[in-house]
C-alpha cells in the first residue's frame, strides 16, 4: 500500500515563497510519475505540475515562472518550490502517484493517478 505525505504548507505574505515535500512510501518510488494538484475553496481541483519518472515535467501556465518541481528518489521525494506567491494560489496542495506510468511523460489528469496525499494547505495573504 503506498502512502503519499505532504509537508511544508503554511501562510505566507504575497511575494513570499514555500517549499512543500512529498514522500511516497510502500512502492516503488523512482519508477513513479508525481504531481502537485491544488483545490480552493469553492473551486475544482486543478492541476499544478507534474514529473515523469526520468524527470521530464509539465506546469500550468499560472505557476510558470514561479513554481519548480523536483525530485529526489533517493529519498522518496517530490519537492514543490513555490516562488512570488499570489493570493490565488491560496489552496489546499496535494501531491499524487502514479504507480505503474507508461512511457516518459508526465500526468495532468486527476484520473491518471492512483494515490493521494491529504493535502496541505498553503494561504497566502496580502
Known amino acids: 500500500q503506498v502512502q503519499v505525505v505532504e509537508s511544508g504548507g503554511g501562510l505566507v505574505q504575497a511575494g513570499g515563497s514555500l517549499r512543500l515535500s512529498c514522500v511516497a512510501s510502500?512502492?516503488?518510488?523512482?519508477?513513479?510519475?508525481m504531481g502537485w494538484f491544488r483545490q480552493a475553496p469553492g473551486k475544482e481541483r486543478e492541476f499544478v505540475v507534474a514529473?515523469?519518472?526520468?524527470?521530464?515535467?509539465n506546469y500550468a501556465d499560472s505557476v510558470k515562472g514561479r513554481f519548480t518541481i523536483s525530485r529526489d528518489d533517493a529519498k522518496n521525494t517530490v519537492y514543490l518550490q513555490m516562488g512570488n506567491l499570489q493570493v490565488e494560489d491560496t489552496a489546499v496542495y496535494s501531491c499524487?502517484?502514479?504507480?505503474?506510468?507508461?512511457?516518459?511523460?508526465?500526468?495532468?489528469?486527476?484520473?491518471?493517478?492512483?494515490?493521494w496525499g491529504q493535502g496541505t494547505q498553503v494561504t497566502v495573504s496580502s
Open positions: 499524487a502517484a502514479k504507480a505503474r506510468p507508461v512511457g516518459w511523460q508526465p500526468y495532468w489528469r486527476t484520473g491518471d493517478y492512483d494515490y
Open positions: 510502500g512502492g516503488t518510488f523512482s519508477t513513479s510519475a
Open positions: 514529473i515523469s519518472r526520468v524527470g521530464t515535467t
